[in-house]
């Protein structure tokens, strides 16, 4: 089929009711939103396309607005959403919680890996991954409303396999694929060279032809047949039927202001340099970012999650240690300094920029050394909650994924939840207005990581990460191994507690050194 040039109206046009359409981004990046965005329109304006499957597989909510997801935000426009992260998605959460469609959750990797597997034919992702979690069907089966539990077409199996359990999630056809690229060549040869990140736009894309659908790809610039040099092709044009050359306001790299320039080293165009990139003020989160980085080792292949996390790598600058290990975000981004904020997923100086579900290969299959990521609740038997609390479902993203495959992992996050008025002064912590949210409960509202089944591996190495505490996970579930200097013992961590934690016979306090206002000069194991 010879490739068509059209416009984004004339794309959402195309997209008949009832479909299962894929799309393809990750947060603001590689985000075709002048589909998306006629897709809303012609829905307010006709009541079509309605009823769609929808997938994809990173969070895609643009700027947290009115863009990604958001677009779909209309009751009757979805009949069925599977996704993996939510968390600037926030027109879609009154949605869910009004059961308008069914949501589910499952692991990014395992939703960037069912891109190949439809690609190829297979019946689907047979894994580990999710093991334990809500995810399981022994627990929720990755079911986030009432319209999901109600539904007969769970995305997950539990399956037995050589005398193991396991997870089997089915692979599924695809009726339209909606990719990014940089540049399209007059015969819709597609490169990415100015993209953040290269996610799984070829999978999807291969995905999407097999399956006998259609793929549509939002461009920045169209370049005259033979300028690109084929090694910059990444979706050759017999893979594509539609290509829509982006309005200025909706394509570029990304929709997002304020941030460091140059964002051209994002996609290594243009290097920075690290010095330009501002230290953090001395606050409680600092210090727990700091704490983490003492578990850390030289030459240490590392993943930084969503959030306060991300801050390690501007605690590792600071400490001239940036260069000692290598990071990694799941994005398929490496080396480098991860970018803050919603610009999570891309990284100022990359070493390389894999494809996301390559990367993905290289978690499940124990390639980190150590991981720091988030935690909205801990309870008493070490599982983490990230994906459903205080009346959001932001998701799992990539975190069971790495969690489950980590060799060392460090959960971070502040003991107590909401305002609060902590300093950081005279070589310890003073809490002068505690956060009014119990955050160590009794039990988690929603297992994104599983102790016991980290327990049952036996390989992994768990901490619990507070501005005032340092927990380790053991058979008996987190146990106390460090308090901050200035906090009390009763007062401000076990009355703060739903449940007694075990507390090691060798408490001792923090070092000293994460709490005073100038480089600690640590030296990496």
Not at 16 to 30: E, H, M, N, Q
Not at 32 to 48: K, P
Not at 293 to 319: A, Q
Not at 434 to 455: A, C, M, R, W, Y
Request: glycine residues 10%; aromatic residues 6%; charged residues 20%.
């Amino acid at each position: 089929m010879t490739v068509k040039f059209i416009n984004a109206k004339e794309a959402a046009s195309m997209i008949k009711d009832g479909t299962t359409v894929a799309i393809d981004a990750f947060i603001s990046f590689c985000l075709a939103d002048d589909i998306l965005s006629e897709i809303e329109t012609r829905f307010i304006e006709e009541g079509h396309p309605h009823s769609l499957s929808v997938v994809n597989v990173a969070g895609i909510g643009g700027d947290g607005k009115n863009r990604g997801i958001n677009h779909f935000a209309h009751k009757g426009l979805m009949k069925r959403f599977l996704c993996s992260n939510l968390s600037l998605a926030n027109k879609i959460y009154p949605l869910i919680t009004e059961n308008a469609f069914p949501c589910f959750m499952i692991p990014q990797g395992v939703l960037s890996h069912m891109m190949r597997a439809i690609a190829s034919g297979k019946p689907g992702i047979i894994t580990e991954v999710g093991m334990k979690t809500f995810v399981d069907p022994r627990i929720d089966g990755g079911c986030i409303n009432d319209a999901a539990k109600a539904c007969s077409d769970i995305p997950v199996q539990l399956i037995s396999l050589n005398g193991s359990e396991c997870l089997f999630y089915p692979a599924f056809p695809i009726d339209i694929a909606i990719i990014k690229g940089t540049k399209a060549d007059n015969k819709g040869n597609i490169s990415l060279e100015k993209e953040a990140m290269h996610l799984e736009q070829l999978e999807m894309a291969t995905a999407a032809r097999n399956s006998g659908g259609i793929v549509m790809v939002q461009v920045d610039e169209i370049v005259e047949s033979g300028d690109l040099h084929p090694q910059m092709v990444t979706v050759p044009s017999t893979l594509v039927d539609y290509v829509i050359l982006g309005s200025p306001e909706n394509t570029g790299q990304h929709f997002i202001q304020g941030l460091p320039k140059p964002i051209n080293s994002w996609c290594g165009d243009e290097k920075i340099q690290l010095e330009e990139i501002k230290t953090l003020p001395l606050t409680k989160e600092k210090v727990i970012c700091r704490r983490g980085v003492f578990e850390l080792k030289e030459d240490s292949f590392i993943n930084l999650g969503i959030g306060l996390p991300m801050s390690v790598s501007n605690v590792l600058n600071e400490e001239g240690l940036i260069k000692k290990v290598s990071a990694s975000i799941e994005s398929g981004v490496m080396g480098g300094v991860p970018a803050p904020g919603i610009a999570t997923g891309a990284a100022y100086n990359p070493d390389a920029i894999l494809k996301q579900p390559d990367m993905f290969d290289f978690y499940d299959g124990g390639g980190i050394d150590f991981a720091c990521l988030g935690s909205a609740e801990i309870d008493m038997h070490g599982n983490v909650n990230v994906s459903r609390f205080a009346g959001k479902v932001p998701g799992p993203g990539g975190f069971i994924n790495i969690t489950q495959g980590a060799k060392n992992i460090c959960f971070m996050g502040t003991f107590t939840a909401g305002k609060s008025d902590i300093r950081i002064e005279n070589g310890g912590i003073r809490i002068i207005k505690d956060g009014p949210h119990i955050k160590f409960k009794k039990n988690v509202d929603h297992i994104t990581f599983s102790g016991e089944n980290s327990l049952d591996k036996g390989r992994q190495n768990v901490l619990y990460i507070t501005e005032r505490a340092v927990f380790r996970l053991q058979p008996e579930g987190p146990v106390l191994i460090e308090i901050a200097p200035g906090a009390n013992l009763q007062k401000d961590i076990l009355d703060k507690m739903e449940f007694t934690p075990h507390i090691s016979e060798n408490l001792k306090l923090m070092d000293t050194r994460l709490f005073i206002n100038k480089p600690m000069g640590i030296i990496l194991k």
